[in-house]
């Protein structure tokens, strides 16, 4: 029998998701929406249109809200379903995601009533952050239905000076909290000192600190698809719509990578040119992220470390900030090769100017401006590092690659 969810954008009903007998999904927007000159589509790959869009066509955008890898394999091993159940794991999990998306059961009315949160103790917090490796984004817990695309722990949450708190049901969340990690050393420094610098720098990038608590570190990253108003009855949350470069380009999480038929500079700048409402200024900032991408040592910058932030407005479309900003060079064990080329090159050692030269061309840039702008980005980084606070082991040692690395390419440029 087919099963379907309503699918809501901010507070409207916009379509139905359904999977047919065969596990197949498809989805429709409701007429009404689909007609209504004010309207907007869920994603730059699911424009406006009556009719159904088939699994190939819309599995790209919603399989790209889901959790990734392991951690999608241990969500679907806590709530009792395949890891490979797109519907069912959405079903499950659909109440808070990325952006203004919500999914409920056909038929059931969206909650209208104050947003619910369970707020945590600091043993609570300690439990939690124990636990998250074993039970990724709490799924399974009672009233957490909370989504997050990616392969790292993590859990969406609402931070109110120190108080840290679960949202419930569909209640929005302000955070995204990512505890240490056992493999990856000093994670939380890193990507916090990576996401402040570009800030530094002059790249607009999420709001990140580091707190600990009971020797557990954990990193708090500001949601920047959240917005909040000050009420008679407190602050109100509302979500901002947004999507990754994959779900704007159609393309699935499995292949993000350039080398499996994911996303090239070339698809992100073309993307960008095409629905920016700032081409001239968004242009410029996507430059600057590949460019920041090389100079700080980060291999994994794929398709869906980029995207799409949609503004109150109609035909508001932006380069949303910069997120997910790792050194992945601290890790020996990670691979060296780049999540996409520049200028022809995966080998983050053997780009050189001339590579940049390329990327130029590919991108229907202008090659001075390119080659002048890498050193450019490289000293404002190393005159960033001298105002950041590096005082914890880790960030220290990070600051050191990214400083090296700053260095070598002012002299090779």
Not at 156 to 168: D, N
Not at 189 to 200: D, G, P
Not at 231 to 254: K, M, N, W, Y
């Amino acid at each position: 029998m087919a099963r379907t969810l309503d699918v809501y954008l901010h507070h409207n009903l916009v379509g139905h998701l359904t999977q047919d007998n065969s596990g197949h999904i498809t989805f429709r927007y409701v007429d009404a929406w689909a007609e209504h000159s004010a309207s907007r589509a869920l994603s730059q790959s699911l424009p406006l249109r009556k009719g159904r869009f088939t699994q190939k066509e819309c599995r790209g955008f919603f399989s790209g809200i889901l959790p990734e890898q392991s951690q999608r394999e241990l969500v679907a091993r806590n709530l009792g379903i395949s890891a490979r159940n797109d519907f069912a794991m959405l079903e499950k999990i659909g109440g808070e995601c990325a952006g203004a998306v919500t999914f409920i059961p056909a038929g059931q009315p969206l909650p209208n009533s104050p947003a619910r949160y369970r707020d945590l103790s600091d043993d609570d917090l300690v439990s939690m952050l124990k636990a998250l490796p074993r039970r990724p984004l709490l799924a399974g817990e009672e009233d957490v239905r909370l989504s997050l695309a990616g392969a790292q722990d993590k859990v969406a949450v609402k931070v109110s000076g120190r108080q840290i708190s679960i949202p419930l049901e569909n209640a929005p969340s302000t955070h995204i909290l990512k505890p240490a990690s056992e493999r990856f050393v000093g994670v939380p420094f890193n990507e916090v000192l990576c996401l402040r610098l570009a800030s530094a720098v002059g790249i607009p990038a999420a709001a990140a600190e580091v707190r600990t608590i009971q020797g557990m570190d954990y990193a708090l990253i500001e949601r920047y698809d959240r917005t909040s108003t000050q009420t008679p009855d407190g602050l109100q949350f509302e979500r901002l719509h947004q999507e990754d470069f994959c779900q704007a380009l159609g393309i699935v999480s499995e292949h993000k990578y350039q080398n499996e038929g994911g996303p090239s500079f070339k698809h992100c700048f073309d993307l960008m040119r095409a629905v920016s409402s700032a081409p001239v200024i968004d242009l410029q900032r996507m430059l600057d992220a590949a460019i920041f991408n090389y100079l700080i040592g980060n291999h994994d910058a794929h398709g869906k470390n980029f995207s799409l932030l949609y503004g109150p407005g109609q035909d508001s479309v932006r380069f949303a900030p910069l997120y997910d900003l790792v050194c992945t060079l601290y890790y020996p064990e990670l691979s060296r090769k780049m999540a996409m080329k520049i200028g022809g090159e995966y080998l983050l050692d053997k780009i050189a100017p001339r590579n940049f030269e390329q990327l130029a061309e590919e991108t229907g840039l202008a090659k001075p401006l390119v080659k002048r702008r890498v050193p450019v980005l490289a000293r404002k980084i190393l005159e960033a590092l001298l105002t950041i606070d590096l005082s914890h082991a880790d960030t220290e040692k990070v600051a050191a690659i990214i400083k090296q690395r700053c260095e070598r390419t002012i002299s090779e440029f």
